[in-house]
């Protein structure tokens, strides 16, 4: 299995917080052969102290330090060598420094995606390929939503479409980009009244839909044993309200992002068996949402299973 570290068609990014999509993932140029089975866990430690009210970067007294922890499991596998499936599902923990809102942790949402190959050109001195990606994912547990920065995620389904490109040399180097929408359905507040540039008399909050943009830059080290990328990611919801001025973030929020990061991962053997991975991401600009900087560590093991 191979991982990298942006967004998936699993990502949900709010004040309080953001699950950053790392997989063989709906993201990357890579493919898990037919019958080849890659279990991993991966560990992340994200955290801000200063978060953006609207497009206004500011500190919060009364959260002092917000941090969210989570332990991902994860399943990918090859159908075909050109169709493979992802299957997440995330345990997540917030808390802060400040204040005396409590933090809450839980199961959050159980994420499914079907990635395909369709080009696969090889050249001379490297090759192009070309990815689409259909991913999927739903909250597996009852939590509140309308707990923000605290709560484990925006409680709605979400169902996204992805392409992915990469030019790769023969000799290690690649390049990739990809674009997604995602779109975003509802969830229910525990209150039946709730403010969005007017006033709303329901407990039903429309989730914005999004649009995602990455490009990334890699490298294969050691005879493909050891793989080395940065990446810029950028999310932009299509709709929704900015937080009001000392008001809590709410899941009808327009949340935007500019995301930095680093991505290692090493496999003990060539073909298979156990591998280790690391990672750290940082954002550099956004809107109504922290500014995060987190770091993930995981283990992945692969084996032929058909």
Known sequence: MNFNSKFPGLLLAGL???????????????????????????????NWDH???????????????????MLMPMIVGGITDKINFIVSLPYVKTAAT??????VEGIQDLGLSLKAQLVDKQMEKSKLMVFSN???????SNYLSDYMPFSLGFGARELGLR????FELNKGPYARGSFAYLHRGTTEAERDF???EGSFYTATMDVPDAVQAQIAIGSWFLQKKLRVEASLTSLRCATGDDIRSYNA??????????????????YFKKDGGLGVLAYYNHMFSG????????????????????
């Open 163 to 166: 392409v992915i490109g990469q």
């Open 249 to 266: 973030p709410q899941p009808t929020n327009k949340v935007d992002f500019d995301q930095v990061g680093g991505f290692a991962q090493y």
């Open 194 to 196: 709730y403010y969005q």
């Open 287 to 306: 809107r109504n949402m922290g500014q995060f900087s987190g770091l993930g560590l995981g283990l992945t093991y692969q084996f032929k299973a058909f």
């Open 98 to 103: 400040g204040g005396q809102l409590a933090g």
């Open 16 to 46: 309080g917080m953001i699950q950053l999509a790392i997989a063989q993932t709906p993201i990357d140029g890579l493919m898990m052969p037919k019958g080849e089975i890659c279990i991993a866990v991966v560990y992340e430690d994200a």
């Open 51 to 69: 978060y953006w009210e609207g497009t206004y970067l500011r500190t919060n007294g009364n959260i002092g330090t917000f941090s969210r922890k």
């Open 134 to 140: 259909l991913s999927f994912s739903t909250p597996a």
